[in-house]
């Protein structure tokens, strides 16, 4: 294995920085033509001809036996029964991991609210659940049990009365902590199905796969493409690019923590981003030296090694106040604040989808067990988006009720401003509620 010496080293001072910068940041999403024809194709062939589709591309792309959609069902007893296949100990970790998540998202849910104005005019926002949510889960080795309680868990803390789970089973490989993560999350209905055809269920519908109305969850590329397509027939959480996370340290935290945790991100695949930041030059290199030393010890080196070398970088800034204006401009995934006094600069964070703070807090509580949501925006999009949560599966409608004095009142400024643009019959409506106007005709 070769080690990794080539990780990019950057200093803000360079004239070229911001430009070298952008480059490190860049990253393209964008599907090949080939690839988007084949999900136009798959979406158009499970529109057209429902389970057959499902059960011929799960034969073709997940090489599963099935002969109908009920072998790519699984009811709530086979759920069950995968709490009894995992260890106690796993078993334990899944329900701590779930209380904590659905404790926190209990905190975000927003309630209906209305007023009354001095004229009896009611104005307000009804808060109301999806009727049903789609989770896309990755199977086989890709298997991420977390994820399901992260995507579950704050649809149920919503009210979503249910919740349907897509999770491929490449060659029958069923994943048990899956399954039982579902089992503990509240998953009302599991399929065994997987790509661009398990988009298309949930946001068409088939005989047996209930159309939902958002769907949410990670996925490869088919996945990706084939929720692009279907946005507008349904939502969809995000478009997520590769893991990402940096690291703004003032050089005093062990340069083995800093080493690990830039790698927990590392290790997701080769496209990954891992970046430390700090105005201390000597613990750059301390870092640099544990990253060479540490790396060979990983279970997944070579995928680390490839994300380290090609996107990975340590930066040195002039100070710490740089430090947070370089972090501000990277808006990234993961931000940890591995500094003495986090709290201090937390107010000049504008963009991150979750800040980890202080020495101790490393990014991987937040992927299990620390309750926050670990489905964050990625590839910059912190700058306006936000990680799921119980609002992604509530709609809010406006209320508005008039008295008879509210309505006369209103209709006037109504009137004004619709006849301004035109729109007589809009001013005409509002006029037959103003009072003066009736007592007139």
């Not at 430009?19 to 024809?37: C, G």
């Not at 808006?331 to 963009?351: K, N, Y």
Request: proline share 5%; net charge negative.
């Amino acid at each position: 294995m070769t080690l990794p010496t080539a990780i990019a080293r950057l200093n803000a001072a360079d004239p070229e920085f911001a430009r070298h910068l952008d480059h490190l940041l860049s990253w393209e999403s964008v599907s090949d033509d080939a690839v988007n024809q084949r999900v136009l194709d798959i979406i158009k062939a499970v529109r057209e001809r429902g389970d057959a589709a499902l059960v011929e591309f799960t034969q073709r792309f997940d090489g599963v036996q099935a002969t109908t959609i009920d072998d790519l069902i699984l009811d709530r007893a086979r759920l069950e029964l995968a709490l009894t296949r995992i260890t106690p100990a796993q078993r334990q970790a899944l329900e701590t991991a779930a209380e904590r998540v659905r404790v926190y998202h209990e905190r975000q849910k927003q309630d209906s609210w209305q007023y009354t104005e001095a004229d009896g005019t009611v104005l307000g926002q009804k808060v109301t659940p999806l009727d049903r949510a789609g989770l896309y889960v990755p199977g086989g080795k890709a298997s991420y049990p977390s994820s399901v309680l992260m995507n579950a868990l704050p649809a149920k803390v919503a009210g979503v009365p249910e919740v349907v789970m897509v999770v491929p089973t490449p060659r029958g490989e069923i994943n048990e902590l899956v399954l039982a993560a579902a089992c503990i999350a509240g998953v009302d209905r599991v399929f065994t199905l997987g790509g661009a055809q398990a988009i298309a269920a949930l946001a068409y519908g088939t005989e047996s796969v209930p159309p939902v109305d958002k769907i949410v969850g990670p996925g490869n590329i088919y996945v990706a493409t084939a929720k692009r397509h279907v946005f507008g027939q349904v939502g969809i959480d995000m478009i997520a690019g590769p893991s990402e996370i940096l690291v703004v340290c003032d050089g005093q935290t062990d340069p083995d923590w800093i080493a690990m945790d830039l790698f927990s991100q590392a290790e997701h695949d080769e496209d990954a981003q891992a970046i430390l930041v700090s105005p201390d030059a000597a613990f750059l290199d301390q870092v640099a030296a544990s990253i060479e030393r540490l790396l060979p010890t990983l279970e997944r080196a070579e995928i680390a090694e490839k994300s380290i070398n090609g996107r990975g970088a340590l930066i040195q800034v002039r100070d710490m106040q740089q430090a947070i204006e370089v972090a501000n401009r990277i808006a990234p995934e993961h931000l940890e604040l591995s500094v003495a006094d986090p709290q201090a600069w937390l107010p000049q964070i504008r963009h991150a989808g979750a800040i980890f703070m202080g020495r101790h807090t490393s990014e991987a509580l937040g992927d299990y067990c620390a309750g926050p949501n670990h489905v964050l925006p990625t590839s910059g999009t912190a700058r306006f988006s936000s990680p799921l949560g119980v609002y992604d599966f509530q709609k809010r409608s406006s209320i508005i009720f008039c008295s008879e004095a509210g309505a006369s009142e209103l209709g006037k400024t109504a009137s004004v401003l619709a006849r301004g643009e035109s729109l007589t019959a809009h001013a005409r409506s509002a006029e037959y509620r103003i009072r003066d106007a009736r007592q007139g005709e």
